[in-house]
């Protein structure tokens, strides 16, 4: 069986407990403003360009069966509704300026790059994530991969926005040793706002995945002006005191690495920035947050 993927990365400790490989999934059906991996919206694989890269060598010109990149007064103009995403012109390019997001990868080959970290999952508590983009939308590949990962004594996590039907997030719960579930917005209308969804179906899910007795761990997004406020700390202890197997708390607070991604998929128009938290604004969440449960709550 094959998925649509944009990255393996190994070393991870941020995913999960241990060392971890995380699967990156391509394809994600919310838009949240704050989003830093836009390369992950799209199920399809993306051409990415980077124009400040570009040094005008036209190398990509001849190359492209689709005639997609050109040069003009000097200049290289690339023409994305002409592009079939073939790869060749990536090859082409010395400066780095051309990218594939996202690539059609077996469970075979994924499982033979995540077995290659065994050692280092034994010897630290770790094992693999699934991540993305959101995994639910290729539940399929994301059950074959974990199941594959547990019947190998391999640890498994899945990082979800849990946005998804409760049938396909219970079978996938059921090959899952650990959810990571973003719960991103307490209140109903600013979830919609943000994030182009409501978060009926999410915090169903989130329910509904605990009552079968998966552990799990509550990650946060916080983005100044946006969700920092008392509504929403006050929701998260609610949300917290309802879930039996729930582990701890973690806040992400808002950053802007992937502002620049944006504008090498042409899609600087959706670019969003919010204020960028200082530490002393961070540990004010965290303790705002603590007033409303007793369990740990600490940065992701
Ligand atoms: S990926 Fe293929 S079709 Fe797209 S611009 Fe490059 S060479 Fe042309
Ligand atoms: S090959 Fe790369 S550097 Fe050369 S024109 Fe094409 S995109 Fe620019």
């Given at each position: 069986?094959d998925g649509t993927i944009f990255n393996v990365q190994?070393?991870?400790?941020?995913?999960?407990?241990?060392?971890?490989?995380t699967v990156f999934f391509k394809g994600?059906?919310?838009?949240?403003?704050?989003?830093?991996?836009?390369e992950s919206?799209?199920i399809?694989r993306?051409?990415?360009?980077?124009?400040?890269?570009?040094?005008?060598?036209?190398?990509?010109?001849?190359?492209?069966?689709?005639?997609?990149?050109?040069?003009?007064?000097?200049?290289?103009?690339?023409?994305?509704?002409?592009?079939?995403?073939?790869?060749?012109?990536?090859?082409?390019?010395?400066?780095?300026?051309?990218?594939?997001a996202g690539e059609r990868r077996s469970v075979?080959e994924i499982?033979?790059e995540?077995?290659?970290?065994?050692?280092?999952?034994?010897?630290?508590?770790?094992?693999?994530?699934l991540s993305g983009g959101?995994p639910?939308?290729q539940?399929?590949f994301a059950?074959?991969l974990?199941?594959?990962?547990?019947?190998?004594?391999?640890?498994?996590?899945?990082?979800?926005?849990?946005?998804?039907?409760?049938?396909?997030?219970?079978?996938?719960?059921?090959?899952?040793?650990?959810?990571?579930?973003?719960?991103?917005?307490?209140?109903?209308?600013?979830?919609?706002?943000?994030?182009?969804?409501?978060?009926?179906?999410?915090?169903?899910?989130?329910?509904?995945?605990?009552?079968?007795?998966?552990?799990?761990?509550?990650?946060?997004?916080?983005?100044?002006?946006?969700?920092?406020?008392?509504?929403?700390?006050?929701?998260?202890?609610?949300?917290?005191?309802?879930?039996?197997?729930?582990?701890?708390?973690?806040?992400?607070?808002?950053?802007?690495?992937?502002?620049?991604?944006?504008?090498?998929?042409?899609?600087?128009?959706?670019?969003?920035?919010?204020?960028?938290?200082?530490?002393?604004?961070?540990?004010?969440?965290?303790?705002?947050?603590?007033?409303?449960?007793?369990?740990?709550?600490?940065?992701?």
């Amino acid at each position: 069986m094959d998925g649509t993927i944009f990255n393996v990365q190994h070393f991870c400790v941020n995913d999960g407990p241990g060392i971890r490989t995380t699967v990156f999934f391509k394809g994600c059906p919310l838009r949240c403003a704050w989003c830093h991996n836009p390369e992950s919206h799209k199920i399809q694989r993306e051409l990415m360009y980077d124009a400040e890269r570009c040094v005008g060598c036209a190398r990509c010109v001849s190359l492209c069966p689709k005639g997609a990149h050109r040069i003009e007064n000097g200049t290289h103009i690339f023409d994305r509704s002409l592009c079939g995403v073939c790869g060749e012109c990536v090859y082409a390019c010395l400066s780095d300026a051309l990218e594939i997001a996202g690539e059609r990868r077996s469970v075979d080959e994924i499982m033979s790059e995540v077995r290659k970290d065994a050692i280092f999952y034994r010897n630290s508590g770790g094992g693999m994530t699934l991540s993305g983009g959101e995994p639910l939308m290729q539940s399929e590949f994301a059950i074959a991969l974990l199941s594959l990962a547990r019947a190998e004594g391999i640890h498994t996590a899945v990082e979800t926005c849990a946005y998804a039907s409760e049938e396909t997030i219970l079978s996938v719960a059921k090959h899952t040793d650990l959810f990571l579930f973003d719960w991103k917005c307490t209140n109903e209308a600013l979830h919609l706002k943000y994030t182009g969804v409501d978060n009926k179906e999410i915090r169903r899910n989130i329910l509904a995945v605990d009552a079968m007795g998966v552990k799990s761990i509550l990650r946060c997004p916080i983005i100044p002006g946006v969700n920092d406020t008392e509504e929403h700390f006050k929701g998260i202890g609610a949300l917290a005191a309802r879930l039996k197997n729930l582990l701890r708390i973690e806040i992400e607070p808002y950053h802007s690495l992937g502002v620049h991604k944006y504008g090498r998929l042409d899609r600087a128009d959706d670019t969003r920035e919010f204020g960028i938290p200082d530490a002393e604004q961070t540990e004010g969440w965290i303790a705002r947050i603590r007033a409303y449960t007793d369990l740990e709550v600490r940065l992701a």
